[in-house]
């Protein structure tokens, strides 16, 4: 009997329907490996490179996120990027992007996240281009030299691995690296989705005495108050505008005082504005959730200023900050149930799934591949 040709979600054309197409898989190259994808995650950032928000080749062999079983190793892959032995069958992940290591970005600034020539699984890499495997949408992904490859650890399912997939390692770089965080800081984090809620969780983990989340709809900030994501919320169906909210929030905190740190992960720009006012005077704000571009809103620079406010911006993650979210995987599900706001979807219900994710009736959504040939 032949053997079935993987299925991959490709996107031909901007605004488009997402479709499955047949591509053959093949050996990989040294130093890569082919992967049967068991979960390739949803990402806010996939709704906007559908809808034409960031610049993308077609036709896009989609998914960025995704974890599966290695099924064939290229010749000299030995161990995942700590060293890890790697078998046929291991579980794996992979950071999605592959820096160049040779740029300005990358060698002087040693900054991988700003490198312009990165390769993105999923993002950047055309369904048509050898070996067409490129995305994490798909039965089966070709990954290849130079990627970060990184074993599961034994104590962590797939599911909790995708639940935080591109958001867990954005917060590592953003919160964990940029933000002083201390035992018996006030946090408020805007916006519950995904990256909320993994910047919620990293600041707990770092110590914060009060995270306080700042979103909606009502649903989601119950939902984060149950996995022990925040310490409490303001929702902004019952608090619609913004000094309401301000005013919910600093009665929230000690003394009616504003937060020490403001994570916005709201991705709405009259958020960068409401941020300013959360903090306290020599607080830190960090804009993390702007990650496409929405246009200008107007703020009040002054209140920087008067306020003496630290103030970071964060892109992306470098494959460095995968590795460290993977690490700090085992802790992190022991202290919140991470599976529990992932939805899951057949390959098959693609578009439905990219709907939901759109209209936010899901928090996080992902998909599974029919293959069944479990290791
Ligand atoms: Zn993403
Ligand atoms: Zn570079």
């Not at 074993?151 to 591109?166: A, H, N, Q, R």
């Not at 940029?178 to 984090?189: D, F, M, Q, R, Y």
Request: proline residues 7%; aromatic residues 4%.
């Amino acid at each position: 009997m032949e053997k079935p040709v993987p299925k991959v979600a490709v996107l031909e054309e901007i605004n488009g329907p997402i479709t499955l197409q047949d591509f053959p898989d093949s050996q990989p190259s040294p130093g890569g490996a082919l992967v049967e994808v068991a979960l390739g995650g949803i990402c806010g950032t996939d709704v906007h490179l559908r809808t034409g928000h960031l610049n993308v080749p077609l036709p896009l062999a989609m998914g960025h996120e995704a974890v599966g079983w290695i099924r064939k190793l290229g010749d000299g892959l030995t161990t995942d990027v700590e060293g890890q032995p790697l078998a046929v069958g291991d579980r794996v992940v992979w950071a999605n992007n592959i820096p160049c290591g040779s740029c300005h970005e990358c060698l002087v600034l040693k900054e991988p996240t700003l490198c312009l020539n990165r390769k993105i699984y999923g993002i950047n890499r055309r369904a048509s281009d050898f070996p067409h495997l490129q995305g994490g949408w798909a039965e089966m992904i070709v990954l290849e030299a130079g990627t970060t490859i990184i074993k599961i650890p034994d104590s962590v399912s797939f599911e909790e691995v995708i639940t935080l997939g591109c958001a867990g390692p954005t917060a590592i770089h953003g919160v964990v690296e940029n933000l002083k965080i201390e035992p018996g800081s006030v946090v408020a984090v805007q916006g519950a989705g995904p990256v909320g809620l993994a910047s919620a969780m990293y600041a707990k983990a770092m110590g914060a005495a009060l995270v306080v989340i700042l979103g909606g709809p009502t649903s989601r900030i119950e939902m984060a108050l149950q996995i022990g994501a925040a310490d409490a919320g303001v929702d902004m169906d019952s608090y619609p505008t913004a000094p309401e909210r301000l005013d919910a929030f600093r009665q929230l905190t000690p003394h009616g005082g504003g937060a020490d740190v403001v994570i916005e992960c709201a991705g709405v720009p009259s958020a960068v504005a409401e941020s300013i006012d959360l903090a306290r005077p020599n607080g830190q704000l960090l804009v993390l959730g702007q990650y496409t571009d929405h246009g200008p809103t107007p703020i009040n620079p002054h209140l920087i200023t008067k306020k003496q406010l630290k103030v970071f911006g964060s892109w992306g993650f470098a494959p460095a900050h995968y590795v460290k979210y993977v690490k700090s995987l085992p802790q992190l599900v022991k202290n919140h149930d991470l599976a529990s706001i992932l939805s899951v979807y057949s390959l098959e219900e693609i578009n439905d799934a990219l709907a939901d994710v759109a209209s936010g009736s899901v928090t996080k959504a992902a998909l599974r591949p029919g293959t069944k040939n479990e290791a």
